[in-house]
């Protein structure tokens, strides 16, 4: 499916969106490849998935760190009533326990990512992990949703999500 975004309002509701539609794996963690040129939009993306997940903490690309991890607050259903109708919650995001934001851009070998504890994080079926780059760490990506973000002009980008 394609997309597109105008500006950071519309990207956050293509990932809000996007997380309402995904199904999380039962025996292994769920992980979306995020690729596309510097500036295409992959961490305002990994923004809205966040915010969608109800995680308050201020979303950055983590390139110098190449992992951070956040926890999903499960929100009672009093406090879901005051987001925004964009920011829905359902039963299957909140089955995620930590959203996994990592960054391979600066990453020279795969190696450098299982030192990381690569292989804990994808066994997890807790975990949903955004990976910026899939492409520098290719030989060790299990199979992932890809999404590809595109400059369409200065303020237009373009989403293409495949493999849901």
Sequence with gaps: ??????????MQKIAS???????????KATIVGLSGDLGAGKTSFS???????????????????IMK?????????EERKGIQDS????SRTSSFDQLIHIDAYRLERSEELTHLGWKEVISN???????EWPEKVQDIMPAHTRITFTHVSPEVREVEIVGL
Excluded: C, W
Aim: aromatic share 8%; no cysteine; proline share 5%.
């Design 47 to 65: 923004q809205g998935v966040a915010r969608a997940l109800g995680i308050d903490e201020n979303v950055v690309s983590p390139t110098f760190v």
């Design 87 to 90: 920011l829905r919650f359902d």
């Design 17 to 27: 969106d996007f997380i309402h539609t995904l199904l999380p794996k039962e025996n």
């Design 125 to 131: 079926p807790q975990n949903l992990i955004l990976i």
């Design 69 to 77: 991890r956040y926890d999903v607050r499960s929100m009672m259903h």
């Design 1 to 10: 499916m394609k997309y597109t975004a105008g500006s950071l309002e519309e």
